[in-house]
């Protein structure tokens, strides 16, 4: 598979980006049917291996034989993230406090490290995006994986509340008794959980206490061992669990709560970003408190697929827009890379699905594209 810009040389995409997305408009929305005719020519076919990535481009849509390459980029939401974060750090460092100070547990948690709850952890958001499409996609039936990460961290969560509550009747019923893990509990419990997982060979939760050095608010636990050696968990987490619990709990024959782990996630994103185009003052502190409780819950990291596609695709995209002001990327070069084993057109469906609008997806004419690469 050749590249749409030369191999040696993909620090173009700025200028191509820039051509493309600037005046005059030359590219069109990938809309709804066309996405679910792309998704449908899927046939266990590795995104670096289908034709629909390649150089000569794909077919416009079922009816248009016109030669097109796809462009993804961010969803317009996260542009009002990061201007609001730019402009108005005061003045959302101070609204993100006073909500910290509304939350139990809270303000012990971050104790020292409120600075981190300003900054929003992209490399785990990506990992959760990715269980979270792995896991849905599975559910609509796209692929075999069952997007295990994000079904795990589920059940992790879920057995500890019960192995620290003791009342596993109560802690299966309600979300709210969650309040009870960020007071800290003892190692006894963080050992039997732990040891429940490692014998399993899923995961070892103690590779996890070291995000807490990292960053505060995306870790899931931080570990107090100069004196009362007890662990906290990340009371953002808890928030986490019970807003998808809640959701859960709304779903009309919703099936196994383990297997809807990544719709709820999705939706939950996607609840976060359209709340940022409204009028509500603490919507920006609220969104970044909702994203670290997101990370924080995501404790299992075992799926290198699932997490290419958050990694190469969505974190990518962030740090592109981050570092070199690249709105977005070109898909065949994307999936010469990616190589998931998961059909890209299904990934890219239900990212830019309009319930989770993570993405943007657009499509440009092969010829108006190739006339501005041969000009760089």
């Known amino acids: 598979m050749k590249r749409v810009l030369p191999d040696n040389m993909p620090t173009l995409d700025y200028e191509l980006w820039k051509n493309i997305f600037g005046p005059p408009v030359r590219f069109e929305l990938v809309k709804k049917d066309e996405r679910q005719w792309l998704a449908g020519k899927e046939f ?3 995104s670096e291996k289908s034709v629909e990535w390649m150089k000569e481009g794909r077919d416009r849509s079922r009816n248009d034989t016109t030669k097109v390459f796809d ?12 201007d609001h974060r730019k402009y108005f750090e005061h003045d959302l460092n101070e609204r993100i406090k006073k909500q910290i100070s509304l939350i139990p547990g809270a303000e012990l948690f971050f104790e020292g490290e409120m600075n981190t709850l300003l900054e929003i952890n992209w490399t785990i958001l990506g990992r959760v995006i990715g269980a979270a499409v792995a896991n849905y996609g599975h559910s609509r039936e796209y692929w075999n994986s069952t997007g295990l990460d994000a079904k795990e961290a589920a059940t992790f969560w879920n057995e500890l509340k019960r192995q620290v509550v003791d009342d596993d009747d109560y802690a299966t ?3 709210d008794d969650l309040a009870l893990l960020a007071k800290g509990f003892d190692k006894s419990d963080w050992v039997k959980i732990g040891d429940q997982f490692r014998e399993r060979g899923d995961f070892n939760p103690d590779s996890e206490i070291l995000r807490s050095y990292g960053h505060r608010a995306s870790s899931p636990f931080w570990h107090e061992n100069h004196i009362l050696d007890r662990y906290y968990a990340n009371p953002l987490a808890m928030k986490h669990h019970k ?22 996630t999705l939706e939950v994103l996607g609840d976060a970003l359209k709340r940022l185009r409204g009028d509500d003052d603490d919507r920006f502190a609220d969104f970044a408190i909702k994203i670290h409780g997101m990370c924080a819950f995501h404790i299992v990291r075992t799926d290198h697929k699932q997490q290419k596609i958050g990694l190469h695709l969505f974190s990518n995209l962030v740090a592109r827009k981050m570092s070199r002001d690249v709105g977005g990327s070109n898909v065949p070069d994307i999936a010469k890379q990616l190589k998931t084993g998961f059909g890209l057109a299904k990934v890219l469906t239900i990212l830019s699905d309009k319930n989770h609008k993570i993405i943007e997806w657009n499509s440009v004419e092969k010829e108006i594209v190739d006339k501005i690469v041969n000009g760089l």
């Open 173 to 175: 019923v309600t979300a």
């Open 71 to 82: 462009f993804i980029s961010l969803s317009k939401f996260f542009d009002l993230w990061f």
């Open 243 to 264: 807003v998808i619990f809640n959701k859960y709990r709304d779903m009309k024959n919703p099936g196994v709560h383990e297997d809807v782990q990544g719709q709820l």
């Open 44 to 46: 266990h076919v590795s």
